[in-house]
Structures are given as structure tokens and as C-alpha cells.
């Protein structure tokens, strides 16, 4: 359990953890100068039986309030402190707004100072607090009076806390692992140390894990839970992590950046969509506002876009979207506070629904419906029931949805929430590391769109043998990301409702045909081309060795390209089909000996010139059966011309 303090300036927060756990948290030479606390302070009792128990000191002052949301973060019960003399003060009332808006709903107030008040006084500022309280996730709260000068009511605030971590159930870790940095330092023969709160999941020493925003991949050498020394960390504990890896530098990470498992790795996010609530007793909010926003432990500056209207007005909820100037990273449920730009006033928060909104069509109403299933799944709190947005998702989008995109977004894991699709009736293609999720519907209506498109072609291009595959899944459904269309189609060859020619899908039944002239030309041209193989003609040396003009010899071998007798390599040099599926079979087998394909191996092996060598492998590329890494390739539809 960990429990963080709340409260106005000096209404004796510090001063109550130390009586509580003999830990002073303010760790800063200012802080002990001043008697005040700026930074969060952390301490960690001693406890017996295994029980956890930890405490976050928060700043109470109003300049430190963006240190006590960062210290907020990852906190689970709630320490009010109010002071006996002073009673209700302004950061006391915006603390509690803050800690309503985080969700957090479990807690106690602690009544301090009550050594300098009479009877009366105390009961007066407790019926003040149980009235603030009465509106908030923390009605109810037990109000506790203690005094940390005479020690009196320490006792019995100490049982209370120490029973209420006892008989916390431990949450089991859910998740990839996600921890928000608060700390970074580097320690003399340890190297790079962060600390925060595990958001997530959960982590052991060893593991691989990502700086975000920097992407740099680290190992977790050394680990530190509570304090303490530990070979694995979970959800809702303190961490510290001691990193290794290339780049991973003091520069590399700041407070505010996050660690996360592999797979929450994602391009980064500037624009949340995100469900808004603005205080009562604020000033309304217009579309395009600049604002601050504190997510996890990082403050960030940005607009807030409204989705829903053009005015948030005081105590009212919208659907909205954080534009950013930085990247972040969120997930689904992740509360933020936003705050003025000066910094001065906070004026509402939510819960983050989206990382990935589309470009377009932020405001259409199927968008809305979704963002409100969204809502629905987020305020229901973790463990998230995905079934009813992913029912809704089913539905309405007929050209169907990136499931991985959507797994990173809520925090789960894409092979399971593919068992959830198929269990919805829904179907999963999976292609090069993407997963689309269609309903058994749309998933038919595309199949049979990318029919209809190849009958129009065929209608269109009689003597063509079919449509190259990329083209195909261009005109008929350019939105889908290319390897999920190569895949479908795929699905229809094996089905028997396409055949395949190398590149080229036909209907089964279509039949491409050559004029008699053209046919005439080809059985004159197609001994010059063959007795080259690796190198045929082209058309300008063709004209000159069968004594034919070159406009006639180009347009015949066009012709037979679209029969799928010949590939067009380059302009004007046009391969036997045989002889591109020998190449073909030659980068296959290149790439088996020495993992990836170099130019060089392959002018070796067909014995060219490095410039229709690297023609050659151009072509490749463009029909996409190889892909250029850098001066190498690699194959990346094996199965093209087998
Ligand atoms: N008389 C009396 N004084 C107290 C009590 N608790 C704290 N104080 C005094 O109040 C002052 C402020 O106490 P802190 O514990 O630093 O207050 P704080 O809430 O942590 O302050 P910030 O963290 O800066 O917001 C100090 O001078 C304490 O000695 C108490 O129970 N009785």
C-alpha cells in the first residue's frame, strides 16, 4: 500500500510521517532551511508479517503543486492532513480536487495540530472536513485527530494505517509493465538508477525493457523494491531500477519519462483523446485552450481540443483531445489533471481513452460511440471488460481495425485480445507482425470487393493476366495497411477463388489472349530472349538481330508481359518468366547462406554487370518480393514464384 500525504503548507505532513515511521522525507538542504517540503519525500517502515507499506510526502505549498501531482502518481490510499488551527485552507480544497480527478477513493484525514486547540475547535473543523468530503470519492473518510508535538492520537493513526495495509488485498499485476520516473541518478559502481511507481505488470531483474520518449532498449542489472533488494517488482510498488545498455546515459532519462515492457513500445503519442471533466467554480473552457496537463509524474504543455462543442463549461464532462507539445506515452484509464498555462489554477482532468486517434474524422459520430464505450470501459476501472467497445468495433467498421494498435492502447496482450475477437465471432488476419480484426461480414464484403474490383480489371484489360497483388489492394481498399491485403489475398489463392501468376491475381476463369500478329512476333523474338537468360536482349538489339521494327517488337513484348510470359525488368528489357523465377529461387537461396542478400553475391551468381544486377533486384523490389535494408535485402513474400 501506498499512501500519500495531501494537504495545505505547513498543516504537518512531513511532521506526521516522521512520527509515524521515524523517517524525516525532506532530503534537501533547502528543504531543511526552509521547514518546507518541495520535492516528494519517501518513506518506507519497517513492518512485520510481510505487510508493505509506504508513504509518498507530498509539497503543500502552491509554487510546488506540479511536484505534489508528480508525487500523487501511483498512489493508492490517501493521507489528508489538516491542521486543527488553521482548519480548511485553499490548497487543502485543491489537493482534494486533484486526488478526486487521479480517482483516487480511499483514504484518511488526519487532524494535526490539536495540541493548539480547544475541544470546540476540533469538532468544528471536523464537521467543515466531513462536509468538504461529503461530494468527493472520499465521503465518508474516518477524520483522525493526532498531534505530533505532545504525540497524542499517533498511536491510534499509526494502527490505523498499519491495519488498513494489512488488510489490503494485493492487487495481481496486470498487464505489460509501465513505471512512471520520478527520480533518476547515477550511483558511483552501480551506474544509472531510476525510481517510481509501477503502473503495471511487472518486472524482474534481467528483463529487457524501453526508455520512453528516448526508445533506447535497456536491461534491468539491479532491482530495488520498497527499498529493499528484489529480483521482481509488480504493479503498485516502488521501484528502482538500475539500467545497462548502450546510450543508456543520466542524459538519456528524465523525471516524467517512463520505462515499459517491449511491447507497450509505440510510436510516440501527441494527441490523447481523452474524456474531460471540468471543476465546478472555474472559469469554462473554450476549444483550442492552451492548458498544462500532468500525466503519470510529467507536466506538459499543449491545447485542448473539444470534440463534443466549443465551450467545457464549470462541472460538466466532454469528449476531448490533449494535443501535446511533447511526446507521451498513456494507456486506457490513465488519469491526468489539467492545469492553466500560468500554472495557477487547476482546472479539471479525466481519464485517457485513446493514444492513437485517426487524422480524420475526429468529431464523426461513430468516433463518438466509440470514445463513449471507451468511457464506459475506463470508469469501470482495471481489469478493463474490452468486450463491449470491441463488440462496437466489430460493427461499425467495415474495414476493419488494428488490434495491436488497440492492445498497446489498453495495456493487454494482442494474441489475447485476439481469443476475445474470435470469441465475439470476429475474425483476426495476421500478417508481418500486424493483427486486423474484422467481423465475419466485413471480412466476406472486402473479400468479395476485391473480386469485383479484379472482374472490372479483367473487363478492362482483357489481354492482361491479372492485377498485380499491391495495385489490387490499392484500388480497392486503400486504407488497409498493404500486408493485411497481401494476406487476404492469400487466403482467396489458397481458397481457389483467385490463382496466382507470380505478382498477378486472376479470377480462375479469366483467360488472357494474344493477337495472332502478336503471337506470330513472340514465336520469332522468343529463341533471342531465351539463349540469353540472364541477360536477354533488349528491344533496340532485338530490332536489330531478328531485323523487326522496335515500336512492333516493344508493344508484342508488352503484350506478352501482361500474359505473364515475360517481366518487364527495366524499359525496354523484358525477362522470360522462367528465367525471373530461377532468379528468384537464386535470392531465396542467397539469402538462406548468408541471412540477408547482397548485390554482389547476386551479379556473382548470374554472372552480369553490377548495374542489371542491381536492375534486376530493383524490380524485385517493386513487385514486393524483396525489401531494401540499407546495401542489403531481404525476401518478403516467399512464396511469389514458387
Ligand atoms: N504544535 C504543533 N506543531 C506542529 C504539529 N505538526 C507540525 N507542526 C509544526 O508545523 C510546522 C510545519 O510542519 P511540517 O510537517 O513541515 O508541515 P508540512 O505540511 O509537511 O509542510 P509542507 O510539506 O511544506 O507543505 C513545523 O514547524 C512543525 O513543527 C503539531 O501537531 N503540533
Known amino acids: 500500500m501506498i499512501v500519500g500525504t495531501a494537504g495545505h503548507v505547513d498543516h504537518g505532513k512531513t511532521a506526521l510521517i516522521q512520527q509515524l515511521t521515524g523517517i524525516d522525507t525532506d532530503r534537501l538542504k533547502e528543504e531543511k532551511a526552509r521547514g518546507l517540503t518541495i520535492e516528494p519525500g519517501f518513506a518506507y517502515p519497517e513492518m512485520a508479517g510481510g505487510v508493505e507499506l509506504g508513504f509518498v510526502d507530498v509539497p503543500g505549498h502552491a509554487r510546488f503543486l506540479h511536484h505534489m501531482l508528480a508525487g500523487s502518481a501511483g498512489v493508492d490510499t490517501v493521507l489528508l492532513v489538516v491542521a486543527a488551527d488553521d482548519g480548511i485552507m485553499p490548497q487543502t480544497v485543491e489537493h482534494l480536487q486533484i486526488l478526486s480527478l487521479l480517482g483516487l477513493d480511499r483514504g484518511l484525514v488526519a487532524l494535526t495540530k490539536i495540541d493548539r486547540v480547544d475541544a470546540i475547535r476540533r469538532r468544528q473543523v471536523r464537521e467543515e472536513i466531513a462536509a468538504l468530503l461529503s ?3 472520499l465521503a465518508g473518510a474516518p477524520i483522525v485527530e493526532a498531534s505530533s508535538h505532545s504525540g497524542e492520537g499517533v498511536e491510534a493513526l499509526r494502527d490505523r494505517l498499519w491495519t488498513l495495509a494489512a488488510t489490503q488485498r494485493a492487487t495481481p499485476a496486470q498487464g505489460h509493465f ?10 558511483s559502481g552501480t551506474g544509472l538508477v531510476v525510481t517510481g511507481t509501477a503502473f503495471a505488470g511487472d518486472v524482474s531483474r534481467n528483463d529487457e525493457v524501453r526508455l520512453v520518449p528516448a526508445g533506447l532498449k535497456a536491461r534491468v542489472r539491479g532491482l530495488r523494491r520498497q527499498h529493499r533488494d528484489s529480483e521482481r517488482a509488480q504493479q503498485g510498488d516502488r521501484v528502482a531500477l538500475n539500467l545497462a545498455g548502450p546510450g543508456i546515459s543520466r542524459e538519456a532519462i528524465q523525471r516524467g519519462d517512463w520505462i515499459v515492457a517491449e511491447a507497450l513500445e509505440t510510436p510516440l503519442l501527441r494527441r490523447l483523446d481523452v474524456q474531460l471533466h471540468l471543476l465546478e467554480g472555474v472559469p469554462a ?5 492552451p492548458i498544462h496537463v500532468h500525466l503519470g509524474v510529467s507536466r506538459l504543455s499543449g491545447r485542448l481540443s473539444l470534440l463534443e462543442g466549443q465551450r467545457l463549461a464549470p462541472g460538466a464532462n466532454m469528449l476531448g483531445q490533449l494535443v501535446l507539445d511533447e511526446p507521451v506515452h498513456a494507456c486506457l484509464g490513465d488519469r491526468f489533471v489539467i492545469r492553466d498555462p500560468g500554472g495557477r489554477l487547476t482546472l479539471g482532468g ?3 481513452l485513446d493514444g492513437d486517434p485517426p487524422r480524420r474524422g475526429q468529431r464523426r459520430p461513430e468516433r463518438l460511440a466509440w470514445l463513449s464505450a471507451l468511457t464506459e470501459c475506463a470508469a469501470a476501472g482495471p481489469p478493463f471488460d474490452l468486450d463491449p467497445p470491441l463488440r462496437q468495433a466489430l460493427e461499425r467498421r467495415p474495414d476493419g481495425f488494428d488490434l495491436v494498435a488497440m492492445a498497446r492502447n489498453a495495456n493487454a496482450d494482442a494474441a489475447e485480445m485476439t481469443a476475445r475477437i474470435e470469441a465475439l465471432g470476429g475474425r483476426v488476419v495476421t500478417a508481418q ?3 486486423r480484426a474484422f467481423s465475419q461480414e466485413a471480412l466476406a464484403a472486402l473479400q468479395a470487393r476485391l473480386l469485383d474490383t479484379l472482374a472490372a480489371n479483367h473487363e478492362r484489360e482483357p489481354s492482361m493476366l491479372g492485377t498485380e497483388r499491391g495495385r489490387l489492394a490499392r484500388q480497392t481498399m486503400p486504407e488497409l495497411p498493404e500486408p493485411v491485403c497481401r494476406e487476404l489475398l492469400a487466403a482467396l489463392v489458397e481458397r481457389g477463388a ?9 479470377l480462375p476463369e479469366h483467360r488472357a489472349a494474344l493477337s495472332e500478329a502478336d503471337e506470330a512476333l513472340w514465336q520469332r523474338l522468343e529463341p533471342f530472349i531465351d539463349a540469353a537468360s540472364f541477360q536477354p536482349p533488349r528491344v533496340r538489339d532485338l530490332a536489330i538481330a531478328a531485323d523487326l521494327d522496335e515500336a512492333l517488337i516493344r508493344s508484342a513484348l508488352t503484350a506478352c508481359a501482361r500474359l505473364g510470359r515475360l517481366y518487364q525488368v527495366r524499359r525496354d528489357h523484358f525477362y522470360l518468366a522462367e528465367t525471373v523465377t530461377e532468379m ?3 535470392l531465396q537461396a542467397l539469402e538462406q547462406q548468408h541471412g540477408r542478400i547482397r548485390a554482389a553475391a547476386f551479379r556473382d551468381r548470374i554472372g552480369t554487370g553490377r548495374k542489371l544486377a542491381i536492375h534486376i533486384l530493383e524490380f524485385f523490389d517493386r513487385v514486393g518480393y524483396t525489401r531494401r535494408i540499407g546495401d542489403e535485402r531481404e525476401i518478403r513474400q516467399a512464396g511469389m514464384w514458387q
Open 498 to 506: 483467385l490463382s496466382a501468376h507470380g505478382p498477378f491475381v486472376a
Open 135 to 137: 461530494d468527493t470519492p
Open 433 to 435: 507482425g500486424q493483427r
Open 178 to 187: 509501465r513505471l512512471a520516473v520520478d527520480r533518476v541518478f547515477t550511483k
Open 285 to 289: 473552457v473554450k476549444h483550442w485552450a
Open 350 to 352: 479525466g481519464v485517457v
Open 584 to 586: 528468384a529461387a537464386i
